[in-house]
Each structure stands twice: as C-alpha cells, then as structure tokens.
C-alpha cells in the first residue's frame, strides 16, 4: 500500500499507530561542534517533527563513528577554530558521503565552523588551513576581526531570519551558490558584501547560531517537508505550536547588535 492509499494519520510503514513515518535526523560532530546553543537545532527539529505527526530519531555522528546508511536530515554546528582542526580528517573520509547525499538533494542545515568546512577551505587566522569537502562553492579566510554580535537578514525563501554571529572567517561565496539572505543588521558572510549564510540544492548555511531554528521555523518546517517528500513521497504538515517561536522572534528583532 502506498502512503497516498492511506488516511494521513497512520503510518505508510506502520511504525506505530498514529505516526506519519519516521524521519532520522543526523547531528553531525556535536564533540567538537556544538556552542552557542547549535544543540537546539536537533532539539526543534525533533518537536516539529513530532508537532507534523511524524516519528522523529536522533543520531550524533562523531570521530571514528560508523555512519548511519539511512538519514533523512543532517545538522551541523559551530566550533572552535582547534574542533575544526581535531575533525577535518573524519570529515574528509566522509567527504563523499556526504556529497553524495547533498548532490541527491537530502536536507542539511551547518551553522558557521561546519559552513565554513562544507566550503573549500578555512585559512585560518593563526596559520592552517583547513580543507572543506567543497559540498559548497565558498571560500573562508580568517582575520583579526571578529563578527560578533545579533544578524537580522531578508530572505525571499524563509523571510526574515534572525540569529547571532560570532566568528572570525570571512566567507566569500562562489557563483555555484546564492546567499542565504542579505544583512539588515549585522555582518553575515563577511564584512564587505551583506550576503548571510549560503544555498545549494537542499543544503542551509548560515552562520547564525542562537540556535537559529527556534527563531526560525520556516528553516526547520523546510528540512522536515523535504525529508518526507524525499522519503515518503509526500509531506502532510501537523499543526505546530509557534507561540514561542513568535516570542522569541520578537525579542530576537528588538535586539542591539
Ligand atoms: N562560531 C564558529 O563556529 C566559529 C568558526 C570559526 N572557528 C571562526 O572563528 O570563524
């Protein structure tokens, strides 16, 4: 029986009762990137999936881990300029994994240290640098300046995105990406160009921690609408609760840079 034979409330591969199906969500490295509250992405995705009736499960994938076979979304976070140093030899035996995964249009969200490594480099300020798996056609360079401080940005996907920046790499992107969105407050990518965060098929960059989904449930609703398009077929929306959400993006806007 196919998904579109049955009533939207039962599972398509009776994973209980009153499930839409299970949507695994990868974190990936959460040893080494995971600060300024990165966790919650996971946390919002796993609520919403839940909210759309669906079956969320949470993975971590960290150093030296098997990697799962079967994932519907993947997250990354942020870290430390030593944690991108301490996994960029894991994350280029999964290169192609990964790649692969993205070329096919699986949904991911990586937030800043992992944006940057799913770029082609990170010069870092101090001396190395870190080679990306080049998922992303972007460049980092590291400087003495660094972006801190609340980002407001327009998006004509999501609408507005609000978050919190904190990072020393510039990010300049190539032609094989769009922005994310263009800063209203703060600096984004880099200090120059007013572009925040980076696009490719199904793949979210930004460099927005805070976490970004709990302000931003258009991004989370995205992720979870594609994983069950790509799984399922098709995506039957719940009724999520977004009072807090609202809240927090009001508190969110009224905040200095
Ligand atoms: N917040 C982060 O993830 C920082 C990433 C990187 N270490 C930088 O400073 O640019």
Redesign the pocket.
């Known amino acids: 029986m196919t998904s579109e034979t049955q009533p939207a409330t039962q599972s398509p591969q009776s994973e209980g009762q009153s499930s839409k199906g299970t949507i695994r969500v990868l974190q990936l490295y959460p040893r080494e990137?995971n600060?300024?509250g990165d966790w919650g992405n996971a946390l919002v995705l796993k609520q919403r999936i839940k909210w759309h009736g669906y079956t969320p499960e949470l993975l971590e994938y960290n150093v030296g881990d098997d990697f799962p076979d079967d994932v519907d979304i993947i997250v990354g976070?942020?870290?430390?300029?030593s944690g991108?140093l301490v996994i960029q030899d894991d994350l280029q035996a999964r290169a192609d994994q990964l790649r692969e995964l993205a070329d096919n249009g699986a949904p991911m969200l990586v937030?800043?240290?992992l944006y940057?490594l799913f770029g082609k480099f990170?010069k870092?300020s101090t001396g190395p640098t870190i080679p990306g798996i080049g998922i992303l056609d972007v460049e980092?360079q590291?400087t003495d300046e660094?972006l801190i401080g609340n980002v407001i940005m327009k998006s004509a996907e999501f609408g507005d995105i609000m978050g919190y920046e904190?990072?020393?790499?510039q990010t300049t992107l190539g032609p094989g990406v769009q922005p994310l969105g263009t800063v209203t407050k703060g600096a984004g990518n880099n200090s120059k160009d007013g572009h925040e965060g980076a696009r490719y098929n199904n793949v979210v960059a930004s460099?927005l921690?805070g976490s970004l989904l709990p302000k931003n449930p258009a991004i989370a609703d995205f992720l979870i609408r594609t994983a069950a398009e790509r799984k399922f077929g098709t995506f039957v929306a719940g009724s999520p609760d977004d009072d807090y959400a609202r809240l927090a993006r009001e508190h969110a806007a009224r905040r200095p840079r």
Do not use: E
């Open positions: 990137m600060i300024y976070g942020g870290g430390q300029d991108q937030i800043c240290g940057q990170f870092t980092t590291g660094r904190n990072h020393s790499g460099y921690h």
